[in-house]
Structure formats: structure tokens, C-alpha cells
């Protein structure tokens, strides 16, 4: 069965002049190799959980709260364990930036729902910043206050969430006005079931009268659209 874990590393390398400073604040998890896998529940937990508290103390007290069998292997877990001890490890964390990188990779979509429910209610609060990097923007869009796009190591948007309505739309395209729409020069053009959808970056809202409905794009469809632009 193919499962994934998350492991946590802190962040910044060896280098960093105050290292027990930034493990107070700042923890990376990350899908979990085979080697992880391999291991029992509870080793994986003391191995990778840092707080205040002794780790295998801090470990031992969130997983008692959950189902999950103490000496389980990794890979022997069903996938709602799976999740289980995912946001277990999450929530054992004493930080005050969490970067979360495909933390539901190879999960059902219940299943991620479940995590990504459970981390909001459970864990974030105004002292805590949540760093997420997925391909699954869809499923994130309605929790995230700033974006990032990233393509091929270059960075293809920056903004809060509640900027993109200012600065985007999208024009869902009346059949006979698609010429007119286009000298307003879209930066992305799709058709679905037969309609043209056109993009638009800083255009004012009256450009658009008559053309079409006008609506703000999904962070997803965003998403999309700004990394096709980006590709030669």
C-alpha cells in the first residue's frame, strides 16, 4: 500500500547562529520517504516532533487522543489513519511558522478535506502563519489569505487574496463580440463547452461593458492561466 507521512525539519541550515531560537517558531513537514514508512508510530513521532515539552512526552499525549496503535507501522495504517497521524505530528508542533509542502499527497479527497478542516479549527490561530505549497489549489483556495505561484523556480504572481478582485477578471465572452474582447488584449483565452473565457490583468472594470459577464477569476483557474503565460 502507498502511503505518505509527513516528517518535520527545522529550518534554517546549521549555519543559523541561534538554531534553538528558530525551532520555537519555524517547522517544515514534508511527504515521508520509504524509510519512514518503515517505522512504528511512536518512533516516527519522538524522531520528529520538537516543543517545549520532551518529545517523546509531547508525542505520547497527542497520540493518545487519536486511535492509532502505538507500535503500528507506518505502512500498515489505512488512509484515514493516515490522516490521523498527519495531523497529529501537526498539532504536536510548538511553531510559530508550520511550511506544510503537499501535505495530502496521495490522500483521498475525504481524507484531505478532513486535514485541511481539522488544521484550521484545531491549530491555526493569529499567532501561528501557515506556509502551503500544493498543486491542488482548488481544494485551498477558500482558505488562503496570500498566494504565490511559482514556476520553474521563478515567481509568476505575489499578492493577498483580497487584491486579486482588484487587479483580475474574468470575462465570459458573448458569441458575438469575441473580437472586440480580444483587442483588449487577454492574457489567457479558453474555450469550455463551446464559450470563450478571456483573462485580464489590470484592466478597469468599464473596458468590459457590453462584452460579456464579468466575474473574478478562482485562484485556481488564476493559477493555471498565470503559469500557461508564464510557459514559452
Known amino acids: 500500500m ?3 507521512l509527513p516528517t518535520t ?15 520555537r517558531f519555524l ?4 511527504s515521508a520517504n ?18 517545549d515539552l520532551p518529545a517523546s512526552v509531547r508525542a505520547e499525549a497527542v497520540l493518545a487522543t487519536t486511535n492509532i496503535r502505538r507500535h503500528s507501522r507506518i505502512g500498515e495504517l489505512s488512509k484515514g489513519m493516515i490522516t490521523q497521524l498527519h495531523l497529529t505530528l501537526i498539532l504536536a508542533i510548538n511553531a510559530r511558522l508550520l511550511v506544510l509542502d503537499e501535505p495530502t499527497l496521495g490522500l483521498d ?9 481539522t488544521l484550521l479549527s484545531d491549530y491555526f490561530d493569529q499567532e501561528r502563519t501557515i506556509l502551503l505549497t500544493t498543486h491542488q489549489v482548488e481544494e485551498v483556495e477558500n ?16 499578492a493577498t487574496v483580497d487584491a486579486l478582485a482588484g487587479r483580475f477578471v474574468q470575462l465570459n465572452v458573448a458569441a458575438d463580440k469575441i473580437d472586440a474582447a480580444r483587442e483588449l488584449q487577454p492574457f489567457h483565452v479558453r474555450t469550455l463547452f463551446g464559450k470563450t473565457i478571456m483573462l485580464f490583468e489590470n484592466r478597469p472594470a468599464e473596458s468590459f461593458a457590453g462584452l460579456g459577464e464579468v466575474r473574478t477569476p478562482g485562484i485556481a483557474d488564476l493559477f493555471e492561466a498565470k503559469i500557461q503565460a508564464a510557459t514559452p
Open 27 to 30: 517547522a517544515w513537514v514534508q
Open 143 to 158: 482558505l488562503l489569505t496570500d498566494v504565490l505561484f511559482i514556476d520553474r523556480g521563478r515567481v509568476v504572481l505575489d
Open 109 to 117: 479527497l475525504i481524507y484531505r478535506r478532513q486535514f485541511y478542516d
Open 34 to 51: 520509504e524509510d519512514a514508512r518503515a517505522q512504528g508510530v511512536s518512533a516516527l513521532a519522538r524522531a520528529y516532533l520538537y516543543s
Open 2 to 4: 502507498h502511503t505518505n
Open 9 to 23: 525539519e527545522l529550518l534554517p541550515p546549521p549555519s543559523c547562529a541561534k538554531p534553538d531560537i528558530v525551532r
